[in-house]
């Protein structure tokens, strides 16, 4: 019906992305009005984008019902803010404008406990081959980016129309990253050196050059084989169990493993990045780069376009370099989050 063609329409355009010197300057001329014209048209594009990237999922996991609540959640919002394309501009547009941007917001809470139950679903009636596996990777990735994009720029008009200059995206993207790599780091300790009276500390550094600012935590809590490290940021190798409700509201993503990819999201967002590197025996290094510069720091989109439709029907090459390196520590099974 109109609503997909609207999505056709509003998919072919690509997402604009900010730096945050731009939020800022935004937020410095707080011109709520200015925010909206720009809201209403980069809001349907980022939304129909991923919207476009959900309906190439495999088909096992698209009939998933969680799968379903999500994809229909979406459609909802989308729809929500159609009813801005063509408006005049006024006070009362602007409040309601501002009341559908809460209501999206509430909406889409917990959208990542519904996606991450819904490929829980998937596993658990499927068998999940590399492929499949390798898809929802770069599904995930790519959605919950999109996801974190567009509740900044919903905070961010927020932001505008209440207040002078502040910026969101420091305090609570910043403390997702640390929490994660403290919890990982003082687990780590704990486990290590169980029966010790002493636990060595994290130790801390933060640097600032002309280009990047560095979090290192180190960690002395007997590091993670080689072998391991890739699987630290798979979505589909969380393996805790399963959470209940509540669990998830005081702990970020508590049991679901996202913890640690959805932190890189967060560095990679502004163009940074998060990097653990590992000495087996020993202990770990945790590193958050982050861009110094305000008009470095751009978000980094994904862009629903020809390439990344192919890569869903691209197949995984396992055949251009020898396997095995024995121990089977690929399906040995690494306690998450
Ligand atoms: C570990 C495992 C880990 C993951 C992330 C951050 C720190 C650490 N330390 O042993």
Known sequence: GNISKMLDFYSQFNPSPLSIKQFIDFGLSACERKSFIFLRKELPVRLANIMKEIHLLPENLLKMPSVGIVNNLYATSFEDIMQFEKVDVNETTLDKFCQTLVKIRNRHKDIVETMAQGVLELKESHDVDAQTENNIQYFLDRFLMSRI?????????????????????VPSHLFHMLFELFKNSM???????????????????????????????????????????????????????RPTKTDAHTVPLAGYGYGLPVSRLYARYFHGDLVLQSCDGYGTDAI???????NEANELLPIFNKTSSKFYRTQVSTTDW???????MATRQLRMS
């Open 149 to 169: 994009s567009i509740r900044m720029l919903i905070n961010q008009h927020k932001l505008e129309r209440c207040s002078q200059i502040r910026i969101v995206y």
């Open 187 to 241: 687990r780590a300790i704990m486990e290590h050196h169980s029966s010790n009276a002493e636990y060595p500390a994290i130790e801390v550094i933060v640097s600032r050059g002309k280009e990047d600012i560095c979090v290192k935590m180190s960690d002395r809590g007997g590091g993670i084989p080689r072998s391991q490290m890739d699987h630290l940021f798979k979505y589909m190798y969380s393996t805790a169990p």
């Open 288 to 294: 958050i780069y982050l861009k110094a510069l305000s």
């Open 322 to 328: 020898s396997s095995h390196c024995g121990g089977g």
